[in-house]
């Protein structure tokens, strides 16, 4: 239900799909984005990818230990 997870996610997801088809560059706007929800969003769902060599089960973790 919180926005920011939702809207972060979904940042994520087209993050990773920019990456899939050579668009990387596409991705500098999320991570530049002010937004408390869209980019503070996507900058926090980054980061619980990166906290490990496994990003979708870090994401995984996250969202089922924070599922309500």
Same mark, same amino acid.
């Given at each position: 239900? %919180?926005?920011?997870?939702? $809207? ?6 087209? +993050?990773?799909?920019? $990456? ?10 999320? $991570?530049?984005?002010? %937004?408390?929800?869209?980019? $503070? ?11 490990? +060599?496994?990003?979708? %089960? +870090? ?5 089922? %230990?924070? +599922?309500?």
């Amino acid at each position: 239900n %919180d926005l920011k997870i939702k $809207e972060g996610w979904a940042e994520y997801v087209a +993050s990773k799909v920019n $990456e899939e088809f050579g668009n990387k560059t596409m991705n500098l706007r999320m $991570e530049k984005n002010p %937004d408390p929800v869209y980019g $503070e969003g996507y900058r926090m769902i980054k980061s619980i990818a990166e906290k490990s +060599s496994t990003p979708m %089960d +870090s994401l995984h973790r996250f969202f089922r %230990d924070n +599922s309500k």
